[in-house]
């Protein structure tokens, strides 16, 4: 995704805080969202944001927009090794999906 | 609840061979999208449609084509297929709220992988 950029890897121990940041460069997406992947498997949408809001809290999940930075974050609480997938951040500037490179989150007990 | 469902989740084919890959949405969403995924890479957007028109078009080569039909389910098909075609092809749908409108949630299906030898 060139006009999605996320780190490629990011390696945590259980119970710590995940935080996988993205950045995008349409400020027309009306939404963001983080989707995850684990091996083999289909997208999975985890959550969304909406534009106008600069926070989101979901259970374990907890997504920052910093709009005008074009910065947007995930942070997964408590993470368990059953977090351990590809996590990918997408803009939706024109009805579709763009989608960051994705990262790779691992868990280690 | 039902989910986007993708057949078939397997496919071997050889090169310059066909292949169809058929989506069915989630009930009552009108938009599909076809998402190409090659190993190690990011999903990337093909085509997609609404009301079986099609809304929007991405990096889709020549070779592939892809319509929705009436019951919204929706094949993609690859001709004359190329080593580089093996990927991860995905289907999403979403219940739209017109043509060129931003959905708020599209739902993949699991994905069917596409293998060229």
């Known amino acids: 995704g060139e006009d999605v950029e996320q780190s490629l890897f990011l390696s945590v121990r259980e119970g710590d805080s995940s935080v996988i940041n993205c950045t995008y460069t349409?400020?027309?997406?009306?939404?963001l969202y983080w989707y995850k992947q684990e091996p083999g498997a289909g997208l999975q949408l985890l959550t969304y944001?909406?534009?106008?809001?600069d926070m989101k809290q979901d259970q374990r999940l907890t997504v920052l927009l910093n709009k005008k930075d074009k910065h947007l974050s995930l942070r997964i609480a408590d993470t368990q090794t059953g977090d351990s997938a590809i996590y990918f951040c997408?803009?939706?500037?024109?009805?579709?999906?763009?989608f960051g490179q994705g990262t790779t989150l691992q868990v280690k007990p | 609840a039902a989910g986007v469902i993708q057949s078939p989740r397997h496919l071997i084919k050889e090169k310059r061979e066909t292949a169809t890959l058929k989506c069915y949405p989630i009930?009552?969403?009108?938009?599909v999208y076809w998402y190409q995924q090659g190993p190690g890479q990011d999903p990337q957007f093909l085509i997609s449609?609404?009301?079986?028109?099609?809304?929007d078009k991405g990096s889709i080569p020549d070779r592939f084509s892809a319509q929705q039909f009436s019951d919204y389910h929706s094949e993609l098909n690859m001709s004359s297929l190329e080593l580089g075609d093996s990927a991860l092809y995905f289907c999403?749908?979403?219940?739209?709220?017109?043509?060129?409108?931003?959905?708020?949630?599209?739902?993949f299906g699991q994905g069917t992988r596409l293998t060229v030898v």
């Open positions: 999403a749908s979403s219940p739209s709220t017109g043509l060129g409108n931003r959905y708020t949630e599209a739902f």
């Open positions: 009930p009552r969403h009108d938009t």
């Open positions: 997408a803009e939706n500037p024109t009805g579709k999906l763009i």
């Open positions: 944001i909406f534009s106008n809001m």
């Open positions: 349409d400020s027309s997406s009306t939404y």
């Open positions: 449609f609404y009301e079986k028109m099609q809304s």
